[in-house]
């Protein structure tokens, strides 16, 4: 505790002394929580990020590489893009290919998929 000194009394009152912590850094990506709100300013070609069954991906490298082309990316910049991965048939290999560019995951609470009560689709990787 720190002392203080208040006024023309010079009465002392203990205040918390508050130190600074280092941010943790996570081991994996599945460990990093990203809100929505965090989510949502990467939704430009320069910083795309998308979410795909509840986990984040930066995909601003691989949006040249689309087969699609990035345009298509881009449309879900920034937010969930789930359905229009599923609805588009992407193969098992496009599912494990997102892998390297999985950043992160939604908190628990933001999540539609992978949680209990969430939504269950068959192919979701765990």
């Not at 009152?13 to 600074?20: M, N």
Request: charged share 25%.
């Amino acid at each position: 505790m720190a002392t203080v000194f208040s006024g023309f009394f010079s009465n002392s009152i203990s205040a918390p002394k508050i130190e600074a912590t280092p941010m943790t850094i996570l081991s994996t990506a599945e460990e990093r929580i990203i809100t929505l709100e965090d989510i949502s300013w990467h939704d430009t070609a320069k910083d795309c990020w998308i979410i795909i069954y509840d986990r984040v991906y930066d995909i601003t490298d691989f949006l040249d590489e689309h087969p699609g082309g990035g345009d298509i990316l881009l449309e879900y910049a920034g937010r969930d893009a789930s359905i229009a991965f599923r609805g588009s048939g992407h193969s098992r290999q496009a599912v494990r290919s997102l892998e390297r560019f999985c950043i992160g995951e939604l908190p628990m609470h933001e999540r539609i998929f992978r949680k209990p009560g969430g939504y269950r689709l068959s192919g979701i990787p765990e």
